[in-house]
């Protein structure tokens, strides 16, 4: 792979992991946020198949096979089962801050990340370490969106695009985190989901609903 494709398709697959976190502010239908979730885990795997291109590592394509195969099919699998089993309103409800706030939040976030990841990317310049604020971003964005949404559901989708960034970043500022870390780092966040997709239903079991802040009122 010549050096210009590979420096333009590793812009491509990032300001698409971009825009996919930006879209999940925007969105209100659960159903759609878990496809948009979907599609990140496909363009996380198309980011560390570049990668792995460019180095011309088999380790790297497996792990690229790997997060495809868990992010963009298993993870929102068991997300479409959870909505599927909550038997209640498929639609996030009034966030703590509107979806003009959220983009305008979307956009400071995105300056901070750029501001904070000078000095790391200032370590090593290249492609890829230039490519780790949209990392950082996906973060920022992941964890705006687990303390503004209030459904239990949308918060895990906010949790999860956490993950997603932190092994975006892994592997824009190391070339490859490794195949035994990744996969270590995956189960873990498996049973997370797993963990906290039995809550979320144990929660619509106990008090029909999975709004916090309703459980909230019900606890005062």
Same mark, same amino acid.
């Given at each position: 792979?010549?050096?210009?494709?590979?420096?333009?398709? +590793?812009?491509?697959?990032?300001?698409?992991?971009?825009?996919?976190?930006?879209?999940?502010?925007? +969105?209100?239908?659960?159903?759609?946020?878990?496809?948009?979730?979907?599609?990140? #885990?496909?363009?996380?795997?198309?980011?560390?198949? %570049?990668?792995?291109?460019?180095?011309?590592?088999?380790?790297?394509?497996?792990?690229? %096979?790997?997060?495809?195969?868990?992010?963009? #099919?298993?993870?929102?699998?068991?997300?479409?089962?959870?909505?599927? #089993?909550?038997?209640?309103?498929?639609?996030?409800?009034?966030?703590?801050?509107?979806?003009?706030?959220?983009?305008?939040?979307?956009?400071?976030?995105?300056?901070?990340?750029?501001? !904070?990841?000078?000095?790391?990317?200032?370590?090593?310049?290249?492609?890829?370490?230039?490519?780790?604020? !949209?990392?950082?971003?996906?973060?920022?964005?992941?964890?705006?969106?687990?303390?503004?949404?209030?459904?239990?559901?949308?918060?895990?989708?906010?949790?999860?695009?956490?993950?997603?960034?932190?092994?975006?970043? #892994?592997?824009?500022?190391?070339?490859?985190?490794?195949?035994?870390?990744?996969?270590? !780092?995956?189960?873990?966040?498996?049973?997370?989901?797993?963990?906290?997709?039995?809550?979320?239903?144990?929660?619509?079991?106990?008090?029909?609903?999975?709004?916090?802040?309703? +459980?909230?009122?019900?606890?005062?």
């Amino acid at each position: 792979m010549s050096e210009s494709l590979y420096v333009s398709l +590793l812009n491509l697959a990032c300001g698409a992991l971009l825009l996919t976190a930006v879209l999940v502010l925007w +969105l209100r239908e659960l159903a759609v946020i878990i496809r948009v979730f979907a599609m990140q #885990g496909v363009v996380l795997a198309v980011v560390v198949g %570049v990668l792995a291109a460019h180095e011309n590592s088999v380790e790297l394509w497996t792990v690229a %096979v790997g997060v495809l195969v868990l992010r963009a #099919g298993l993870l929102p699998h068991l997300l479409r089962r959870a909505l599927a #089993g909550l038997g209640e309103s498929q639609r996030e409800t009034s966030p703590l801050v509107n979806v003009a706030s959220s983009l305008l939040a979307a956009a400071a976030l995105t300056l901070l990340a750029y501001a !904070v990841s000078q000095p790391l990317v200032a370590l090593a310049p290249s492609a890829a370490t230039q490519a780790i604020p !949209v990392g950082v971003t996906v973060v920022l964005i992941g964890f705006f969106v687990l303390v503004t949404r209030r459904r239990a559901l949308s918060q895990l989708v906010g949790f999860l695009l956490m993950d997603n960034g932190i092994t975006a970043v #892994g592997f824009l500022a190391t070339t490859g985190v490794g195949l035994v870390v990744e996969l270590g !780092v995956s189960l873990d966040v498996l049973l997370a989901v797993l963990v906290l997709q039995i809550l979320t239903a144990r929660m619509r079991e106990t008090f029909g609903n999975t709004d916090l802040d309703e +459980l909230r009122e019900l606890r005062d």
